[in-house]
């Protein structure tokens, strides 16, 4: 406004946008592009491109829009214009409280107030006709399958799909456990065309392959990962005398089960304070409500879904947003009623399995304490791989990929008493076992895999001496209760079993690393190689015991930095600059470096990483660094470094074909000299 200057688009192509932000050309002034969003509401979008498939010559390719295309956009946009007030869509606001909507992402400061904003004109005409027809079939079970199809074709067909270039397919709004308004979305062919995912068509073959599947169940028998073979699941099984019993209520009040003890138990507790399912779930919500609420007027008869005895933890999620209430109290209560009500319909000798996946010591303690106090003890732990690795609360976060199964059965009586550092011995000795035969024959599974798979297996050792409430395990004549068990107390001078196996960890990872590495780069490597960010409190027990290493002092070196409970890690190419005027001054504004005389620069300040970041950075820049590959190829630890970086990165990883470039340059150096 400042200027009046109106700037095109193409003109922002030209690096005037960028990073959430957007620069006038004309006088300078620069601002953030959520800022207009919330100025202006939802942002202006256009369509640029189309995939497109011709069954006549096999053509499958890109093109872009003709007047056909526009006008036919156009068309549905003005049918829907007439048609909106007798289109029955829903009318719910997008909650302006909670961690998805409000934490996670401001979606009302994006410009998304109600559900039906999260569709563009044609997406909203389409998909209400669509239902509007299947509400015709007059046979209901048909009517219902068919409604599971088409809400699940949703997921696929909103303005918060993206399309994914490299594998030429659209990635669900859920692909990750958040809302994520895209900057540039994708519209999917509803109904479902020869080529595509997520659409209605396809939806629908899968739920006549769960109706067949259904009528004669099998289940898989696996030798190996591929080798395997299908086992009927027939009267042997289930047989056909046993009452069968599908219920939809809250598992905290199972009465209607027939008196009969269950010898099994087989639970899915909800994930502490990572994932608001019941937020997430009014997407689909609101537009089953529109389809279903005449037949089921006490299951969608609330505008949104239920939430005030969800058992979740949110306020460490909150970031001091006083709605998010639900403390760590709060989720442990909850789940230790649903864990008792399941023991009081369990038989004296059954059995109650369920997973969990958390690397946070205080949600294993809210677990297990809720197990325990339920009247349950820990009988074995088993590490399952079952997370994708698009799951929102392990992407980019060197987060957990395994499930820990946790078989428990009734604790019968009081436990003998014993003394915690017995205990401790048995932990360290089980946890010292068990981390050499994971890093042994299980290589490349992430430390934090590591830690949880064995953290489940010591608390067994633990749980053995827990009765309804009360540990019986005791140092200096006082209980230990379970968060002193796993984290400790400096002030009773118990060793917790996080450190314990922290440490045994840690030197595994140690072991993976060149020996004679400076103590910053090792750690560095160790703790945050890879990723954007690592929780503080991991690092503590870390820091801990380390004499050579502070948090500071790797801020100071622009290695970290702190923000929110957090160590956010700083790209390579964020450390440039600081990194070029300690090896002598260099321009650090040339697009084109080379190093005459490089032999004399002081680099001997530097240490292994920073040597390996400054080479990343100067790549990126197109930097000719002959000189100091050179000088450096000459030190073998640090070569070492390059090829076990450049092997340890997730070839997802975008620098991983840059530290394999400079590995197989620090290798072939002698070669290089000679050019």
């Given at each position: 406004p400042a200027c009046e200057h109106r700037t095109p688009p193409d003109v922002l192509r030209q690096g005037y946008a960028g990073y959430g932000k957007y620069t006038c050309p004309t006088c300078g002034a620069s601002h953030a592009i959520l800022d207009a969003a919330k100025e202006q509401g939802q942002l202006p979008y256009r369509m640029y491109g189309l995939e497109a498939y011709c069954p006549h010559c096999a053509f499958k390719g890109y093109k872009k829009p003709?007047?056909?295309?526009?006008?036919?956009?156009e068309q549905a946009r003005q049918r829907f214009e007439d048609e909106r007030l007798g289109l029955n869509l829903p009318k719910q606001q997008i909650p302006t409280i909670g961690a998805k909507t409000k934490v996670d992402c401001d979606m009302e400061g994006h410009g998304y107030r109600y559900w039906t904003e999260l569709f563009n004109d044609r997406q909203l005409l389409l998909f209400a006709q669509l239902r509007d027809a299947i509400l015709a079939i007059e046979d209901k079970a048909a009517r219902e399958y068919l409604l599971l199809a088409w809400s699940a074709a949703s997921e696929f067909y909103n303005v918060f799909v993206r399309y994914n270039v490299q594998a030429r397919k659209v990635e669900s709004l859920f692909a990750s456990h958040a809302f994520i308004p895209k900057v540039t979305f994708s519209e999917n062919n509803l109904w479902g065309a020869e080529y595509g995912r997520g659409t209605f068509s396809n939806y629908v073959d899968q739920v006549r392959q769960a109706l067949e599947w259904a009528a004669n169940p099998d289940d898989n028998f696996f030798f190996t990962d591929e080798d395997y073979y299908k086992i009927p699941i027939d009267e042997r099984f289930l047989p056909l005398q046993v009452r069968?019993?599908?219920?939809?209520?809250?598992?905290?009040?199972i009465s209607p089960l027939s008196s009969q003890k269950a010898s099994l138990v087989i639970t899915d507790p909800p994930y502490y304070g990572n994932v608001m399912y019941a937020e997430l779930s009014d997407f689909f919500y609101v537009w089953l409500r529109t389809a279903l609420v005449r037949d089921y007027p006490e299951i969608f008869g609330a505008p949104l879904t239920s939430k005030d005895e969800e058992v979740v933890e949110t306020v460490t999620r909150g970031h001091g947003a006083d709605f998010l209430t639900k403390d760590e109290d709060f989720f442990t209560a909850g789940l230790t009623r649903v864990f008792a009500e399941a023991a009081d319909h369990m038989a004296n000798d059954g059995v109650l399995v369920f997973t969990f996946h958390h690397q946070a010591n205080e949600a294993w303690a809210s677990v297990l304490r809720t197990a325990l106090d339920a009247g349950f003890v820990i009988k074995a732990v088993y590490p399952v791989h079952a997370e994708m690795l698009a799951s929102l609360h392990i992407y980019d976060k060197a987060n957990?990929?395994?499930?820990?199964?946790?078989?428990?059965?009734?604790?019968?009586?009081?436990p003998e008493a014993v003394n915690w550092r017995d205990?401790?011995?048995?932990?360290?000795?089980?946890?010292?076992?068990?981390?050499?035969?994971?890093?042994g024959e299980a290589r490349g599974l992430l430390a934090e895999d590591i830690y949880v798979i064995a953290i489940g297996k010591c608390l067994e050792a633990y749980s053995r001496h827990y009765y309804r409430g009360r540990s019986y395990v005791y140092w200096q004549d006082q209980p230990v209760s379970v968060e002193e068990a796993l984290d400790?107390?400096?002030?009773?001078?118990?060793?917790?079993?996080g450190e314990i196996v922290d440490q045994l960890v840690e030197e595994a990872e140690g072991r993976m690393w060149p020996p004679g590495l400076d103590p910053v780069s090792r750690f560095y490597v160790i703790n945050f190689l890879g990723q954007s960010e690592v929780d503080y409190n991991r690092l503590k027990r870390r820091l801990m015991h380390n004499a050579h290493v502070t948090l500071e002092g790797m801020e100071r070196q622009g290695l970290v930095r702190q923000s929110g409970g957090k160590v956010k890690v700083v790209p390579e190419t964020e450390r440039a600059d600081v990194l070029l005027e300690r090896i002598g001054g260099l321009d650090a504004d040339a697009t084109q470096l080379s190093f005459p005389g490089i032999e004399a620069a002081p680099t001997e300040d530097l240490t292994a990483i920073d040597k390996l970041h400054l080479l990343v950075a100067l790549d990126h820049r197109g930097a000719l660094t002959g000189g100091l590959i050179a000088r450096w190829g000459e030190d073998r630890i640090f070569v070492e470094l390059a090829r076990r970086v450049a092997r340890y990165l997730d070839p997802k990883d975008k620098t991983r074909n840059v530290y394999e470039r400079i590995a197989e340059a620090l290798g072939g150096r002698q070669t290089m000299q000679m050019m």
């Open positions: 003709d007047a056909d295309d526009l006008a036919l956009y069968r019993q599908l219920l939809c209520r809250s598992s905290e009040d957990i990929s395994y499930d820990a199964l946790i078989v428990c059965r009734k604790q019968v009586g009081e205990v401790a011995d048995r932990v360290y000795l089980r946890a010292e076992r068990l981390v050499k035969e994971l890093e400790g107390s400096e002030a009773r001078g118990i060793r917790g079993i």
